[in-house]
């Protein structure tokens, strides 16, 4: 027995090993996504109704990377071609999905090990690095939401493309560079966020001590010539005029750079949809303090820059999530952050933090047992605190009545998540029976959320529309009627 423990360890200490550890770990916190099905906020759009899908020929494919995707605002050909290739050989099973999601968190962890290791972390520390990447509870929202797709294979091409770079730099070798800017490509064509690649380059750059040569410069010009008019794509669907309350937009932009920093290294209150603190301005507490964090965090980045992997962490962070940093409140019904946002970005700080680690355990085992055992068990409970908070996170996104209600607990006037509560009663029975509701009752309880949802927000045409749909059910015809006539005075289409 002891002769086969030791030869099971041995072979966790190899390279493979760790990487099999790591995939374990992370297959075991997002087990729970395995049972969930599909939600009723954007997964319709973007798999389920999606015009483009299934796919029936190349003329299919084509199409969809053809099309600006202005039904979704959004331009991502290749995640959706992943979710039409899916659909042609296993329809729409939830459980394949969601594997897959979960298989490419996978893929994309292994990759910022890969890369930990490249920039000279200990296997330990990269390990740390990486379970800290991936069982952080602020990526539930992109493993566990298959609409969410996108984060995890653009993720996983985005560090493909660093790991490729890193190595590229360090042999000089062409196919390596061409490998980098292949993986670019079908990163920016699974999200447009990854436009910001070859700013990171800039900093691995950084990190290799390049000094700034021209040809440093022109390295990054294939990948902007090639990323940022794809990115641009999606950018043009989304243009709005320019603020001009700038002190406002100051505050909303401190917030949401501040929040990001706080929730990933103190992972409490997390929710789905986070209420938008209102009313804006410094005599509201979490503006106040966003703007004196955000002074202090500059000036802390200041002090240590020549400490390299402080300034690579929070610079890495700034240059990829500052394209989705809002200034303005206007997606007030949904929020202005998004625990989604900060899958690529957090990156800089899980390497961080398997670099802090590292530093703080003794390089001579010898003399120091009780600092290494310190350290040891400081990282085993970081690690399963994350865990646990991540693998009971990840029943909230089991199915519509469970999300919704899981939102509404957080901001329960939050109008989007009562109209889709609603619309969950209404159009599913079977998820509503699966919770012992007969139909009159589900009937009611839409009723009452909708009821709510137009007080808050009387110009919202679904919310009347559904509330015709749910009275003309429960046999009020007039009152019915009357709700209809609602949507049509607001400009909107009667769908009965």
Same mark, same amino acid.
């Given at each position: 027995?002891?002769?086969?423990?030791?030869?099971?360890?041995?072979?966790?200490?190899?390279?493979?090993?760790?990487? &099999?550890?790591?995939?374990? !770990?992370? /297959?075991?916190?997002?087990?729970?996504?395995?049972?969930?099905?599909?939600?009723? %906020?954007?997964?319709?759009?973007?798999?389920?109704?999606?015009?483009?899908?299934?796919?029936?020929?190349?003329?299919?494919? =084509?199409?969809? $990377?053809?099309?600006?995707?202005?039904?979704?605002?959004?331009?991502?050909?290749?995640?959706?071609?992943?979710?039409?290739?899916?659909?042609?050989? %296993?329809?729409?099973?939830?459980?394949?999905?969601?594997?897959?999601?979960?298989?490419?968190?996978?893929?994309?962890?292994?990759?910022? *090990?890969?890369?930990?290791?490249?920039?000279?972390?200990?296997?330990?520390?990269?390990?740390?690095?990486?379970?800290?990447?991936?069982?952080?509870?602020?990526?539930?929202?992109?493993?566990?939401?298959?609409?969410?797709?996108? @984060?995890?294979?653009?993720?996983?091409?985005?560090?493909?493309?660093?790991?490729?770079?890193?190595?590229?730099?360090?042999?000089?070798?062409?196919?390596?560079?061409?490998?980098?800017?292949?993986?670019?490509?079908?990163?920016?064509?699974?999200?447009?966020? !990854? $436009?910001?690649?070859?700013?990171?380059?800039?900093? /691995?750059?950084?990190?290799?001590?390049?000094?700034?040569?021209?040809?440093?410069?022109?390295?990054?010009?294939?990948?902007?010539?090639?990323?940022?008019?794809?990115? *641009?794509? #999606?950018?043009? *669907?989304?243009?709005?005029?320019?603020?001009?309350?700038?002190?406002?937009?100051?505050?909303?932009?401190?917030?949401?750079?501040?929040?990001?920093?706080?929730?990933?290294?103190?992972?409490?209150?997390?929710?789905?949809?986070?209420?938008?603190?209102?009313?804006?301005? /410094?005599?509201?507490?979490?503006?106040?303090?966003?703007?004196?964090?955000?002074? =202090?965090?500059?000036?802390?980045?200041?002090?240590?820059?020549?400490?390299?992997?402080?300034?690579?962490?929070?610079?890495?962070?700034?240059?990829?999530?500052?394209?989705?940093?809002?200034?303005?409140?206007?997606?007030?019904?949904?929020?202005?952050?998004?625990?989604?946002? *900060?899958?690529?970005?957090?990156?800089? $700080?899980?390497?961080?933090?398997?670099?802090?680690?590292?530093?703080?355990?003794?390089?001579?085992?010898? =003399?120091?047992?009780?600092?290494?055992?310190?350290?040891?068990?400081?990282?085993?409970?970081?690690?399963? !605190?994350?865990?646990?908070?991540?693998?009971?996170?990840?029943?909230? %996104?089991? @199915?519509?009545?469970?999300?919704?209600?899981?939102?509404?607990?957080?901001?329960?006037?939050? #109008?989007?998540? &009562?109209?889709?509560?609603?619309?969950?009663?209404?159009? @599913?029975?079977?998820?509503?029976?699966?919770?012992?509701?007969?139909?009159? !009752?589900?009937?009611?309880?839409?009723?009452?959320?909708?009821?709510?949802?137009?007080?808050?927000?009387?110009?919202?045409?679904?919310?009347?529309? +559904?509330?015709?749909?749910?009275? +003309?059910? /429960?046999?009020?015809?007039?009152?019915?009627?009357?709700?209809?006539?609602?949507?049509?005075?607001?400009?909107?289409?009667?769908?009965?």
């Amino acid at each position: 027995m002891t002769s086969w423990l030791s030869r099971l360890t041995d072979r966790l200490r190899s390279p493979v090993g760790i990487y &099999l550890l790591l995939a374990a !770990a992370i /297959l075991s916190v997002f087990s729970p996504c395995l049972t969930a099905g599909f939600l009723n %906020w954007d997964d319709p759009k973007h798999l389920v109704h999606n015009p483009f899908l299934p796919l029936h020929g190349w003329s299919d494919v =084509g199409a969809l $990377f053809s099309s600006p995707a202005g039904y979704i605002r959004i331009y991502i050909p290749l995640t959706l071609l992943s979710f039409g290739a899916e659909r042609a050989v %296993w329809g729409l099973d939830p459980f394949v999905f969601h594997l897959n999601n979960i298989l490419l968190h996978i893929a994309t962890a292994s990759l910022v *090990m890969a890369l930990a290791r490249r920039l000279g972390l200990s296997a330990k520390g990269s390990l740390l690095a990486a379970l800290i990447f991936a069982l952080h509870p602020m990526r539930v929202e992109s493993v566990a939401w298959v609409t969410e797709r996108k @984060d995890v294979l653009f993720g996983a091409f985005y560090m493909g493309a660093l790991v490729l770079y890193w190595d590229y730099l360090c042999s000089s070798r062409g196919r390596l560079y061409i490998a980098s800017l292949a993986c670019a490509i079908a990163s920016v064509l699974a999200k447009p966020t !990854a $436009f910001s690649l070859p700013l990171v380059f800039f900093l /691995l750059d950084h990190m290799a001590g390049r000094k700034w040569t021209t040809r440093r410069w022109m390295e990054k010009v294939p990948f902007i010539l090639t990323l940022w008019p794809v990115a *641009m794509i #999606t950018v043009l *669907m989304h243009v709005r005029p320019a603020s001009s309350d700038l002190v406002g937009a100051f505050l909303t932009w401190s917030y949401c750079a501040t929040f990001y920093v706080i929730k990933f290294f103190f992972p409490a209150g997390m929710a789905t949809i986070y209420a938008v603190p209102r009313p804006l301005g /410094l005599e509201r507490p979490e503006y106040f303090w966003a703007v004196v964090l955000l002074v =202090g965090i500059t000036g802390t980045v200041w002090l240590l820059r020549r400490r390299r992997w402080v300034v690579f962490a929070f610079l890495f962070y700034l240059v990829s999530i500052f394209s989705v940093l809002q200034t303005e409140l206007y997606r007030g019904a949904i929020g202005i952050v998004n625990d989604r946002f *900060m899958y690529i970005p957090c990156v800089g $700080f899980a390497l961080l933090s398997g670099r802090v680690w590292d530093r703080l355990l003794p390089k001579d085992p010898s =003399g120091a047992a009780g600092n290494a055992r310190t350290g040891w068990i400081l990282a085993g409970i970081i690690v399963a !605190a994350l865990s646990m908070t991540t693998f009971n996170r990840c029943f909230v %996104w089991h @199915d519509n009545l469970v999300f919704w209600n899981d939102v509404l607990r957080g901001d329960p006037d939050n #109008t989007f998540a &009562l109209i889709n509560r609603a619309a969950s009663l209404l159009e @599913d029975k079977s998820l509503a029976r699966r919770y012992g509701l007969t139909d009159p !009752a589900r009937y009611d309880l839409a009723l009452q959320d909708l009821q709510k949802a137009v007080r808050r927000a009387p110009g919202d045409t679904d919310a009347w529309n +559904n509330m015709g749909i749910v009275l +003309n059910r /429960l046999g009020r015809v007039n009152e019915a009627e009357a709700a209809f006539s609602q949507v049509g005075k607001r400009g909107g289409v009667v769908r009965r």
